[in-house]
């Protein structure tokens, strides 16, 4: 099945193309934007982002995940969401980053609210969670921007960079966003 377009106001969530490769090297592969994620390696490495690319289309046959690039008309690639999907449980794990010139402009929460929609609407999810590092606060106000509820704090669970990191949890259920939605 073809990798889904999803259009909000400001945005395109597209399937990335090889000739988004640089663009994603440059963006993710900024010190800032990668220590703020669970996986972004850093430095990113030539040859990284494209064989990052290339496993999208696999990982969505397989219903394993959904990766987008987040793109405006004027800037183009700006970053990239996705779903950790779990069919088995019905619930997905959210995931995304904005590269750092385009921070502090709502991208993050409204490319959250588009795939929020997708994932309960058309892939028929019951529950999205997503996490953050706990001094990663911007991305704990997206969350909650989009209607997620906090459930916790998972402490000392992530090794990045030789610390132990906090995860701050938050979820979603379908029913909860479906009455956000009316």
């Excluded at 988004?20 to 669970?38: C, H, I, K, M, N």
């Excluded at 690639?77 to 997905?92: D, E, N, Q, S, T």
């Excluded at 997503?130 to 459930?151: C, D, T, Y």
């Excluded at 669970?157 to 939605?181: M, Q, S, V």
Aim: net charge neutral; glycine share 10%.
């Amino acid at each position: 099945m073809a990798i889904p377009t999803i259009r909000t106001e400001r945005l395109l969530l597209r399937e990335f193309s090889p000739r988004d490769a640089p663009s994603v090297q440059a963006l993710a592969g900024s010190r800032e934007v990668a220590s703020t994620t669970l996986t972004i390696p850093h430095p990113y490495e030539d040859g990284m982002a494209d064989s990052w690319i290339e496993g999208h289309s696999a990982a969505w046959d397989d219903r394993k995940s959904l990766t987008l690039a987040i793109a405006t008309e004027s800037d183009g690639l700006v970053g990239a969401i996705g779903l950790h999907l779990v069919p088995k449980h019905g619930r997905a794990e959210l995931g995304f980053w904005i590269g750092v010139p385009y921070w502090n402009r709502g991208f993050a929460t409204e490319a959250a609210k588009g795939l929020l929609d997708y994932g309960f609407r058309e892939i028929g999810l019951g529950r999205i969670l997503g996490r953050h590092f706990s001094r990663n606060p911007a991305s704990g106000r997206v969350l909650q921007k989009v209607g997620m509820i906090h459930e916790g704090t998972m402490r000392k669970h992530f090794l990045r960079w030789d610390e132990l990191e906090d995860l701050e949890c938050y979820a979603i259920l379908e029913p909860e966003w479906r009455g956000r939605k009316t």
